[in-house]
């Protein structure tokens, strides 16, 4: 699994690609997220992310209720067709919101005059 972070105002974006199948992978998506003590909302970008297996969809459950334990927004951006499947077949959705295209584009411009969004 390959992890981008990209800060945005008070926004941390981090782009997950390929499995998250191990738990080093896991451990690794854990690691980068609870590194971002400092953001008031952290996005984990879904979208290039093959398969993600039970350690996984557990380490989302956690990092949403970690998130939450620090008052940071937690939000899952594009989750693949498989990975979707697993967040719901776990109930995981409970703990971890998974935000719109829209969504994410109105919080950027809220937290980042930078980035208005367009009439």
């Known amino acids: 699994m390959h992890l981008h972070i990209e800060k945005i105002g008070a926004i ?3 782009e997950c690609a390929g499995r998250v199948v191990s738990n080093d992978t896991a451990f690794r998506l854990r690691d980068a997220v609870t590194s971002q003590c400092d953001a008031r909302i952290i996005v984990v970008d879904l ?5 993600i ?9 956690f990092l949403g209720r970690w998130a939450q334990h620090h008052d940071i927004q937690f939000k899952l951006f594009n989750p693949t067709k498989s990975v979707r499947d697993g967040l719901e077949s776990l109930n995981t959705l409970l703990d971890c919101k998974i935000a719109t295209f829209g969504e994410i584009m109105d919080l950027v411009a809220k937290t980042d005059s930078r980035y208005p969004l367009a009439a």
């Open 47 to 51: 979208s290039a992310v093959q398969a």
């Open 53 to 61: 297996e039970g350690g996984g969809l557990g380490m989302l459950a």
């Open 12 to 14: 941390t974006v981090i």
